[in-house]
């Protein structure tokens, strides 16, 4: 795992570096926009995640460790890939990501090319709980008054559902009858009980069927 890089500049566009490092030139994919300072002949140091595919190798770098961390948790969503990260940390900060995903908002998601509305509210709830080392990434940095953590992945997931196309009743009885068979709170896996639920138990009460 090649954790970061330090080097010249030698050569960069939008959304890319390449730096030297031993001689070597190393291709970097970049936020656009975030890494302004990557001019030609000027040293960087970047924060890395290196992902792994049978046909390349390819090289994320992000200029703070709340970029790489958010991407790291992005990555991890069901049909989320390194480039679609790339994109919303392109669009959003760290602290706008937490603000939305606090908030239950997704259209900020929406707004990031590639994105649609399901994939959007799907992040809302599949990020939920796991972005409390940036919780205080705010511009103000004060705490704010935390929610019942469990309540507040129930509630995540019942929207979520409900996004997904489910009434509302039925989305809350669904994310219920799950916990109380022993699905866990956290929100991925809360989400994907309640959805084989419904799926299973209660096929044909999808709203708008």
């Given at each position: 795992?090649?954790?970061?890089?330090?080097?010249?500049?030698?050569?960069?566009?939008?959304?890319?570096?390449?730096?030297?490092?031993?001689?070597?030139?190393?291709?970097?994919?970049?936020?656009s926009g975030r890494v302004a300072q990557a001019h030609v002949?000027?040293?960087?140091?970047?924060?890395?995640?290196?992902?792994?595919?049978?046909?390349?190798?390819?090289?994320?770098?992000?200029?703070?460790?709340?970029?790489?961390?958010?991407?790291?948790?992005?990555?991890?969503?069901?049909?989320?890939?390194?480039?679609?990260?790339?994109?919303?940390?392109?669009?959003?900060?760290?602290?706008?990501?937490?603000?939305?995903?606090?908030?239950?908002?997704?259209?900020?998601?929406?707004?990031?090319?590639?994105?649609?509305?399901?994939?959007?509210?799907?992040?809302?709830?599949?990020?939920?709980?796991?972005?409390?080392?940036?919780?205080?990434?705010?511009?103000?940095?004060?705490?704010?008054?935390?929610?019942?953590?469990?309540?507040?992945?129930?509630?995540?997931?019942?929207?979520?559902?409900?996004?997904?196309?489910?009434?509302?009743?039925?989305?809350?009885?669904?994310?219920?009858?799950?916990?109380?068979?022993?699905?866990?709170?956290?929100?991925?896996?809360?989400?994907?009980?309640?959805?084989?639920?419904?799926?299973?138990?209660?096929?044909?009460?999808?709203?708008?069927?």
């Amino acid at each position: 795992m090649i954790a970061s890089i330090h080097g010249e500049v030698l050569s960069a566009g939008a959304g890319w570096a390449v730096i030297g490092v031993g001689g070597i030139g190393l291709r970097v994919e970049v936020p656009s926009g975030r890494v302004a300072q990557a001019h030609v002949g000027e040293t960087l140091f970047l924060h890395t995640w290196l992902v792994v595919r049978e046909d390349a190798l390819t090289l994320f770098g992000f200029s703070t460790e709340d970029e790489l961390t958010v991407f790291g948790h992005l990555i991890a969503v069901s049909g989320v890939g390194p480039r679609s990260a790339l994109g919303v940390l392109s669009s959003l900060t760290p602290a706008e990501i937490v603000r939305a995903v606090a908030n239950e908002d997704a259209k900020p998601f929406q707004k990031v090319s590639g994105i649609g509305p399901k994939t959007a509210k799907l992040l809302t709830v599949s990020l939920a709980g796991k972005l409390k080392e940036l919780s205080f990434a705010d511009a103000g940095g004060a705490p704010t008054a935390v929610a019942d953590p469990d309540l507040v992945a129930s509630e995540a997931v019942r929207d979520g559902l409900v996004g997904l196309g489910w009434g509302e009743s039925e989305a809350w009885q669904a994310v219920q009858d799950a916990r109380a068979a022993g699905a866990p709170a956290e929100s991925a896996a809360l989400l994907r009980a309640s959805l084989a639920l419904l799926q299973s138990a209660r096929p044909s009460g999808r709203s708008g069927r």
